[in-house]
């Protein structure tokens, strides 16, 4: 069994673009841009319950710039959307749930 994803999408939480940029590295923080409104805000992800195996990467893998989030349970950076809008991490597994944090708007 395997779990196809694909890459991260995030929708401003202001005006609802999924035009939204990743601006910075995970080392230091997590604050994304909409090229829509402006607006910054930083996304962070919640244990949802459950596991799953054999979790594929996207093909082909995200840039940098686009929406990047931490796994709630590992802080792995490899959180990745399956077909049910769920997030997952391709590195331990976790289902995970998306949450929208420190909303600036622009
Ligand atoms: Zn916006
Ligand atoms: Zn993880």
Redesign the pocket.
């Known amino acids: 069994m395997t779990v196809p994803t694909r890459k991260l999408e995030v929708a ?1 939480p ?4 999924t035009e939204v940029f990743y601006t910075c590295t995970p080392n230091c923080c997590f604050n994304h841009v ?1 090229s ?4 910054t805000f930083e996304p962070v992800t919640t244990k949802a319950g459950g596991m799953r195996t054999g979790v594929l990467s996207p093909d082909p893998l995200p840039e940098a710039s686009d929406p990047t989030v931490a796994c709630a349970k590992c802080d792995a950076t490899t959180v990745y959307m399956m077909e049910d809008k769920f997030l997952v991490c391709a590195s331990c597994g976790s289902v995970l749930a998306l949450e929208i944090t420190e909303i600036a708007r ?1």
């Open positions: 401003c202001v005006c609802g673009s909409c829509g409104c402006g607006s622009g």
